[in-house]
C-alpha cells in the first residue's frame, strides 16, 4: 500500500476537479448515429441504412461500400427524443462484391449549413452462389450463317 502525502492528495483532487468542470461545460459536437440492417451483409442482399440525428437536418446524403445512398426523411422522425430526426435509405451488396471490410458514410447538412458527419464499419460476408454447367449441341448455341 502507498501512502500519499496531503498535498498531493489535493493537486490530484484539485486537477480531477477542474478536468470535471471543464467538460461539464463543453457543447458536444453534433453527430449522426448510423445503423445497417440486412438479413444478411453478403452479396446480393438488400441493405437498410437508419441515420438518427439530434438536430434537424435539411439533407442527407452518403456512401455505402462506394455506391451513392439517397436518404428520405422518415415520416415518424417527429417522435424522436430531443427534437432528432431519423433518415433512412436503402442500397445492396454488389454481386461481385469480395468479402471484407467497408464502410458507410453519411453527411447530413442543417437548414444553416453545418455538416454533421457519421460512420460506420461493417463487414462484407462471403457467399457462393450455386451453378449448373449445361452441355448442348453447337446448333443451338451458334446463330445460322443466314443470320450471322
Do not use: C, N
Not at 445497417?36 to 446480393?44: K, Q, T, Y
Not at 453519411?106 to 464499419?121: F, I, L, M
Amino acid at each position: 500500500m502507498r501512502i500519499v502525502s496531503r498535498s498531493v492528495a489535493r493537486r490530484i483532487a484539485t486537477v480531477t476537479i477542474f478536468a470535471a468542470a471543464s467538460t461539464a461545460g463543453a457543447v458536444e459536437e453534433p453527430s449522426l448515429e448510423v445503423r445497417v440492417l440486412s438479413r444478411s451483409l453478403a452479396p446480393g442482399e438488400a441493405v437498410h441504412v437508419l441515420v438518427d440525428s439530434r438536430v434537424a437536418l435539411a439533407s442527407v446524403g452518403g456512401r455505402f461500400l462506394d455506391r451513392p445512398l439517397f436518404f428520405v426523411r422518415r415520416p415518424d422522425s417527429d417522435r424522436l427524443e430531443r427534437g432528432g430526426e431519423r433518415w433512412l435509405a436503402w442500397s445492396l451488396v454488389d454481386l461481385d462484391r469480395r468479402a471484407g471490410p467497408g464502410t458507410v458514410e453519411v453527411v447530413g447538412r442543417t437548414a444553416e449549413g453545418q455538416e454533421v458527419h457519421g460512420a460506420r464499419s461493417v463487414r462484407v460476408l462471403r457467399k457462393r452462389f450455386p451453378t449448373d454447367r449445361v452441355e448442348v449441341e453447337s446448333r443451338y448455341v451458334t446463330p445460322p450463317a443466314e443470320v450471322a
